[in-house]
């Protein structure tokens, strides 16, 4: 294979991923994102590209959540965060068999806590990507999918494709904004409140069985096209 050509890279890493049972993945040059990454000088060294792909969440086990997450769904969102993970780090191995650099980045790690942020925003790295939009809920919306996946990102110094970011498509709907407790969501993803959104999962949190910060309400309601199951 030739290094340099963006078109082959591309088409054998997504032929790589369907094989791996992922549908859902995008390419972006992420150089402009540089400065809102989490990483040192040497990590980040030379990753002007990234892979960014998901899987999505079960429609059945989010149809279990009413005002608060299940133990299902705690489960569920491990799981999901435990493949994508195990899919990032098996990736890194295969592209450095091909004498590229790579960096897999946890799909749920926080690194600063008093900022609530991670080594990078998935969802931030999946909208360059073109694969979806940032809805009202301050997540990334897919057209067909809604905000029912789960993300992960590999940085790399592999020559990719990229592909211009998709128009927000939420429209006039609003089924987040009313599906969240705390009132944390508005008109925009500008007006996502954080401080009211972390305050309603640590809450939830100590719950019994829980243990970790997750909610899941406006994912639930975040549906996207019912027809494509």
Not at 34 to 39: A, M, V
Not at 100 to 115: G, Y
Request: proline content about 3%.
């Amino acid at each position: 294979m030739n290094g340099d050509n963006s078109s082959e890279n591309t088409a054998w890493l997504r032929d790589w991923l369907k094989g791996e049972g992922v549908s859902l993945s995008g390419t972006a040059d992420v150089r402009p994102l540089h400065h809102l990454f989490l990483f040192s000088a040497a990590e980040i060294d030379k990753m002007d590209y990234a892979v960014s792909f998901g899987i999505r969440l079960s429609r059945s086990v989010l149809n279990g959540l009413v005002d608060r997450p299940t133990l299902l769904y705690k489960w569920h969102y491990q799981q999901a965060n435990q493949f994508l993970d195990r899919l990032a780090f098996a990736l890194t191995q295969h592209l450095m068999e091909r004498k590229f650099r790579a960096l897999p980045v946890p799909a749920s790690q926080i690194v600063d806590w008093e900022r609530h942020r991670a080594h990078l925003s998935h969802r931030t790295v999946g909208e360059a990507a073109g694969l979806g939009w940032r809805g009202r809920n301050n997540l990334l919306v897919h057209p067909q999918w809604g905000s029912q996946f789960r993300l992960v990102s590999v940085l790399t110094d592999m020559p990719l494709e990229t592909v211009q970011p998709m128009e927000n498509r939420c429209g006039d709907c609003m089924k987040c904004v009313r599906a969240c407790p705390v009132n944390a969501l508005g008109l925009s993803s500008a007006e996502y409140d954080l401080d009211r959104c972390h305050a309603l999962l640590s809450r939830f949190s100590k719950e019994r069985g829980i243990g970790v910060h997750i909610c899941g309400l406006c994912v639930k309601a975040c549906d996207g096209n019912r027809n494509n199951r």
